[in-house]
């Protein structure tokens, strides 16, 4: 019989970020104890978009709080709570978070091309004959 190992307690890879049958990506779940809250629950995340959605909705003017925690290492979702004054709710402050990041990394995709396309031109140009460094 082999000896176990720490893999045999990981999760396949695919694991990580395909979706099963019936889950959900979001659910939220309306926070009773405090006024305008909800805990939103993310499958198949981690860290990446949980501190991006954390820090984009701290800039909010709405938004009173917003924090995210991992439950378990070995399981691949955040909780996200997030608690506004009240003049919109907690979901919607959610939908305007996403749509700024998506906003802002189009604007940092386009950037970063055209200055890739300009230094592949200058590199051209200086070496005379083209081509990658």
Not at 24 to 30: D, L, Y
Not at 91 to 96: E, I, K, M, N, P
């Amino acid at each position: 019989m082999p000896k176990p190992t720490a893999e045999d307690n990981v999760e396949p890879r695919f694991e990580l970020f395909l979706l099963g049958d019936g889950e959900k990506k979001v659910t939220e779940t309306a926070d009773t104890r405090i006024p305008s809250s909800s805990l939103f629950i993310f499958n198949k995340e981690d860290h990446t978009l949980g501190n991006l959605l954390r820090s984009r909705l701290l800039q909010s003017q709405h938004v009173t709080f917003a924090g995210y925690k991992i439950p378990h290492p070995l399981f691949s979702k955040f909780e996200l709570r997030v608690q506004t004054d009240g003049t919109i709710t907690p979901r919607a402050a959610l939908v305007q978070a996403c749509r700024d990041l998506v906003n802002d990394l189009g604007t940092l995709s386009r950037e970063f091309t055209k200055e890739w396309e300009l230094r592949k031109m200058a590199g051209e140009g200086a070496n005379g004959i083209g081509g990658d460094k």
